[in-house]
């Protein structure tokens, strides 16, 4: 339990980490700062929650979490360019965020009752809302639904817990699994540089 | 009730037809493709579902909806150019589900217990509220709010349903000429190519 | 309750000014108009009762509320001229309306068992969401976010209504003394042309 709740308090700051960044890259102010980092940090999980019922979101109950998409800001406000040098580790938290974030969901999901496609889709909006989020409020379209590949690992993640309930496997062991494999995917995607294909309408 | 589901179905996949259509012009990658999908088709019946407290929402629970959705983005994914020329025939059906959509989303409303001004607003978001998501995701001004004249049968459809509703008229009846009004406006406004208004602050 | 309320009512009705003119200025047809009146209006409010699961958000059951988020569009629509040359009545009750919307947010996400981290975030939101929403919708980075300090005062205006709340001060006159410190705030803000700071990457 305590090495999952650092890892998932970890993942916390590590997302707010990427709203941060990106609110000095287009300017904002210290406010639009902090609520980049929050947004990002927190936009997945309150979605989850808003969408399975689950109140109060554990992004607002939780005093943890809000600190630590709050310190994200405070770090980056105190040390942006030491973030910046630091991108790699930021990336490999950032992957092992996203693992998590997209395990808890789907199993959160299936708690509540959904079938196996609606968890699949909580799973990947909890891994992957609060980028959203964070690009939409920064004027961008969303990074996630242009080039990396981030999504498909989180799909896969979210596959991967929905078909070990199925099977009878126990909760932990799956989500361990889910995570671990969200992280290598993303990791591999991220060293060789894979993207997306992108379809085109006109010419071959 | 059979011909209500087809319909709505059909709906839900015309609408997603929009989202990966305008996925492909925008070059965002296949996932950014299936995300506008599936935003465009379920948007408005989550956010419809989500602010009426009806959990979990049905476009999550009802595994017909989601594959609807991401039916969309496989046709267009296999054939986006045979998709943009039967545009004719994608308008006719998004104008059917926009009536259907505004029509159940009103009822819907009605029967958890809002009142008239409220119903209203939960129809049109329910008719318009996938498209705007899909155009704020893909970095754009919703269409909805620019020009085409989109919003104005959605919600004369809606105020013949509650009105209907409060004359004692029987639901199913009221909801096949709501969504029957809706689609003829829609269908009469792209034909002659009707728009709202512009106002100017400056000039005359 | 009588000053209340009117304040309350008022305060919706100049949030939906600012929407509607915005609309005006991005050349948004007169649907646009409305849309973003009532977002810019009610969106706060409605972020709120989602968040605290308070059903039906009372910016749809309350015809009120409704009624003057339309009423600014019709004002605008009717006379922008007039409401662009009445600027300074307009800031003076949008940041009335921003002090009584953060104060009885706040209030609101005590009653409903958040904890004070979680209530200020709520406060907040229920402050500065409508303008988010409406800034968004019309396709810009929200104005909370770049420049103008409008937040600040809204944190300062939660804080105090989340300690008094700790100290068994009574809540009417907490949520008076905070609504007015954050007029104030904001007034003096505008008056002095006070900005957040902006944080370089590069350069000193």
Do not use: N, Q
Not at 5 to 23: E, M, P, Y
Not at 76 to 95: E, I, K, Q, T, W
Not at 108 to 122: F, N, Q, R, T
């Amino acid at each position: 339990v305590t090495l999952l709740r650092v890892l998932d308090v970890a993942g916390v700051l590590v997302f707010g980490l990427s709203g941060a960044l990106l609110a000095v890259e287009r300017r904002l102010d210290v406010f639009g700062m902090l609520v980049l980092s929050l947004a990002a940090a927190l936009g997945g999980g309150v979605l989850r929650d808003v969408l399975l019922d689950a109140h109060p979101p554990a992004a607002l109950a939780d005093p943890a979490y809000l600190a630590a998409g709050a310190c994200a800001a405070v770090v980056v406000g105190a040390g942006a360019r030491v973030v910046v040098r630091l991108a790699p580790a930021v990336r490999l938290f950032d992957a092992a965020g996203l693992g998590l974030f997209v395990a808890t969901g789907t199993a959160k999901a299936l708690d509540a009752g959904l079938g196996a496609p609606g968890a699949v889709v909580i799973g990947c909006l909890t891994g992957i809302g609060g980028g959203v989020l964070r690009d939409v409020l920064a004027g961008d379209v969303p990074v996630v639904l242009r080039r990396e590949l981030y999504a498909v690992p989180a799909a896969v993640g979210a596959a991967l817990v929905v078909a070990a309930d199925g099977l009878g496997v126990d909760g932990s062991a799956a989500a361990v699994t889910a995570a671990s494999a969200v992280f290598t995917l993303r990791m591999v995607a991220l060293w060789r540089d894979w993207h997306a294909p992108v379809l085109r309408l006109h010419g071959s």
